[in-house]
T-cell receptor
Framework: DTEVTQTPKHLVMGMTNKKSLKCEQHMGHRAMYWYKQKAKKPPELMFVYSYEKLSINESVPSRFSPECPNSSLLNLHLHALQPEDSALYLC?????????????FGSGTRLTVV | DQQVKQNSPSLSVQEGRISILNCDYTNSMFDYFLWYKKYPAEGPTFLISISSIKDKNEDGRFTVFLNKSAKHLSLHIVPSQPGDSAVYFCAATPNYGGSQGNLIFGKGTKLSVKP
């Protein structure tokens, strides 16, 4: 299995809702990442987990809450989002933080906040 | 300020010819560079990478050249095929402190290969 699987593919949520994005990989990678990509912009790093521990938080607002329950799973919990948070959320993984061999992205979750 | 720049938002090439996509960077601490290809509604797909200790890496139809003194890299696709039509992102990573693992992307170049 050489894939990073993200669910759901599309999500529409209201500003008062709570939802979660899920990311899963079974490649034995020990680093996992969340990126945000707005239209016609490059992906921007949000969080990095290394060995299930939060390693980097790129000053992301607290309405985004990451969680890494085990080495294969990465969640992004969403609460009280704003319309400007609408974007493609990409998950990625690599063998280890700082190694780029096999740095693989999922297909993303297209999030719309209404 | 953008650290990774892809100054051509789009490129159109005839099938069978060479496609050259360019990327410039400003941070001399970048030590690893990657090219990704992205179709609409899909995540970026890794294409090819190069370490700063090399000046060329080749994989099939794809070759990446790195000119460290000019802080410039380019992706050559030859021959170009219609299936290569996609957005190509250049990404770089710095090797310092806690930034390991952070890929910094350019804005992308949309390549169209015409039959």
């Amino acid at each position: 299995d050489t894939e990073v699987t993200q669910t759901p593919k599309h999500l529409v949520m209201g500003m008062t809702n709570k939802k979660s994005l899920k990311c899963e990989q079974h490649m034995g990678h020990r680093a996992m990442y969340w990126y945000k990509q707005k239209a016609k912009k490059p992906p921007e790093l949000m969080f990095v987990y290394s060995y299930e521990k939060l390693s980097i938080n790129e000053s992301v607002p607290s309405r985004f809450s990451p969680e890494c329950p085990n080495s294969s799973l990465l969640n992004l919990h969403l609460h009280a989002l704003q319309p400007e948070d609408s974007a493609l959320y990409l998950c990625a993984s690599s063998q280890r933080q700082g190694t780029y061999y096999g740095y693989t992205f999922g297909s993303g979750t297209r999030l719309t906040v209404v | 300020d953008q650290q990774v720049k892809q100054n051509s938002p789009s490129l159109s090439v005839q099938e069978g010819r060479i496609s050259i996509l360019n990327c410039d960077y400003t941070n001399s601490m970048f030590d690893y560079f990657l090219w990704y290809k992205k179709y609409p509604a899909e995540g970026p797909t890794f294409l090819i990478s190069i370490s700063s200790i090399k000046d060329k890496n080749e994989d099939g139809r794809f070759t990446v050249f790195l000119n460290k003194s000019a802080k410039h890299l380019s992706l050559h696709i030859v021959p170009s095929q219609p299936g290569d039509s996609a957005v190509y992102f250049c990404a770089a990573t710095p090797n310092y402190g806690g930034s390991q693992g952070n890929l910094i992307f350019g804005k992308g170049t949309k390549l169209s290969v015409k039959p």
